[in-house]
């Protein structure tokens, strides 16, 4: 796929924006001459689940899903009165001025665990559970598990078990693992309890 996209760019305008290791599976023999860009990449992609987009001239390729290159209907019309752009919010998404955007993410989440007070107390508590793949829900076995503000960690079991004893209070947990996706948990620790994290 690189001989071709590397050809195309050489005899067209063009700038080609894709990732290697999933094109890599992709075959290509033809001969095309005298074609515009866009048929070209229609043969090239046809029965495939790989797409395009250009912006400009550059040209993003994708496997199953297309780079959206418009703006959402109303993107450029002017904000009703009352609302102001949010902190960090991009162009399209708007709140009213007295309430903060947040994504909902489960990185953005904070999770509770053991029943909520209004004072954290002192000391130690326990909380564990499981690691598990979000698509499958198989468990996640040796992911690691890092917290960051006592800079100490742990590595799930076979079972993708884990269990960490911590001071009270909140703290964000790193959890990596082969195959996956870095992510992130904030946890406040009111108590000894379970989290599972998917």
Do not use: C, W
């Amino acid at each position: 796929m690189d001989t071709v996209l590397n050809d195309l760019e050489a005899k067209t305008n063009y700038h080609f924006y894709y990732d290697k290791a999933v094109f890599d599976s992709l075959r290509v023999t033809m001969q095309v001459s005298s074609q515009p860009l866009t048929a070209v990449l229609d043969l090239i992609f046809k029965d495939t689940p790989f797409r395009y987009a250009f912006v400009g001239k550059d040209v993003f390729l994708t496997k199953t899903r297309v780079v959206q290159t418009a703006m959402a209907p109303g993107f450029f019309e002017p904000l009703p009165p009352g609302y102001v752009r949010a902190k960090g919010a991009r162009n399209s998404i708007n709140a009213k001025a007295d309430k903060t955007v947040i994504e909902a993410t489960t990185e953005n989440k904070t999770y509770e665990v053991g029943p909520r007070t209004n004072t954290i107390g002192k000391g130690m508590a326990t909380m564990a559970g499981y690691v598990r793949e979000s698509k499958t829900g198989e468990p996640v076995v040796g992911a690691s598990m890092y917290v960051t503000d006592i800079k100490s960690g742990i590595a799930t079991d076979q079972f993708g078990f884990y269990s960490l004893t911590l001071p009270k209070g909140p703290h964000t947990i790193l959890i990596t693992a082969i195959g996956s996706q870095d992510t992130r948990r904030r946890v406040i620790l009111y108590s000894d309890g379970k989290l599972n994290m998917i």
